[in-house]
C-alpha cells in the first residue's frame, strides 16, 4: 500500500546550518507530495507541495523536489533559522482523499 | 491558504463525561474531512474519514461508538467523545479537503486532558 518513510530525528542544528530532511515513499500511481509543519500545541500547516515529477515546491527558503526515479522528496533549506524549530511531516495523498504522512522529524535549531 | 477552525483548542474534563470538538471550513465547502489523533512526539494516526451527509468510516481499531463523528454539513464537523477515560487524554486534529487529490488543511488542533 501507499507509504512515507521518513529520517528519523530529533535533529538539531546551529543557525544558519544547511538542513536535509529525507523522505522516500511507496505509492501505486502518481501522487501528489506534501511537507507540513507543526509549530509546538499547534495543528499543521502547508509548507510546500509537489503535484508532479520533477516539480519543486518551495516556501519560505524550504524546498523539495518531486524525484519519481528514487522515489523521494527531501526537505532542504539553506541556512536554518531559530524560528524554524519545528515538526515536520512528509505526506503523499493518491487516488482518494486520504492522507499518508511520515512519523515526523523533529527539527532544533539552536542560536 | 482556506482556513480551518477547530474549537475548542485546550479542554479538561472529567472522567465519564463527554466532549464535543467543532471543525469548521470557513471558506471552502469540504466534501470529506478527516480526524486524527496525535500522541506526544508521535505521527498522525488517522481514526475516521467523515463525508458530509453519510456515515464516517472508522480506521481499524477506533471504536465508533466511543468516537462519534457526525458530518451534518459542507463546513462542520463535530466529533464525540463520550464517556471519556484518562486515556483518551491526546491531541486531536481534523482537517479538511475540498476535493480529491487536494490539499489537505488543518485545524489547529484541540488538546483534551481528561481528570
Known amino acids: 500500500g501507499d507509504s512515507v518513510t521518513q529520517m528519523e530525528g530529533p535533529v538539531t542544528l546551529s543557525e544558519e546550518a544547511f538542513l536535509t530532511i529525507n523522505c522516500t515513499y511507496t505509492?501505486?500511481?502518481?501522487?501528489?507530495l506534501f511537507w507540513y509543519v507543526q509549530y509546538p500545541g499547534e495543528g499543521l500547516q502547508l509548507l510546500l507541495k509537489?503535484?508532479?515529477?520533477?516539480d519543486k515546491g518551495s516556501n519560505k527558503g524550504f524546498e523539495a523536489t518531486y524525484r519519481k526515479e528514487t522515489t523521494s522528496f527531501h526537505l532542504e533549506k539553506g541556512s536554518v533559522q531559530v524560528s524554524d524549530s519545528a515538526v515536520y511531516f512528509c505526506a503523499l495523498v493518491w487516488g482518494g482523499n486520504q492522507f499518508y504522512f511520515g512519523t515526523g522529524t523533529s527539527l532544533t535549531v539552536i542560536p | 491558504g482556506a482556513v480551518v477552525s477547530q474549537h475548542p483548542s485546550r479542554v479538561i474534563c472529567k472522567s465519564g463525561t463527554s466532549v464535543k470538538i467543532e471543525c469548521r471550513s470557513l471558506?471552502?465547502?469540504?466534501?470529506?474531512m478527516f480526524w486524527y489523533r496525535q500522541f506526544p512526539k508521535q505521527s498522525l494516526m488517522l481514526m475516521a474519514t467523515s463525508n458530509e451527509g453519510s456515515k464516517a468510516t472508522y480506521e481499524q481499531g477506533v471504536e465508533k461508538d466511543k468516537f462519534l463523528i457526525n458530518h451534518a454539513s459542507l463546513t462542520l464537523s463535530t466529533l464525540t467523545v463520550t464517556s471519556a477515560h484518562p486515556e483518551d487524554s491526546s491531541f486531536y486534529i481534523c482537517?479538511?479537503?475540498?476535493?480529491?487529490?487536494?490539499?489537505?488543511?488543518f485545524g489547529q488542533g484541540t488538546r483534551l486532558t481528561v481528570v
Open positions: 509537489a503535484t508532479k515529477a520533477d
Open positions: 505509492a501505486t500511481g502518481y501522487p501528489s
Open positions: 482537517s479538511a479537503q475540498a476535493g480529491s487529490g487536494t490539499e489537505a488543511f
Open positions: 471558506d471552502f465547502q469540504a466534501t470529506t
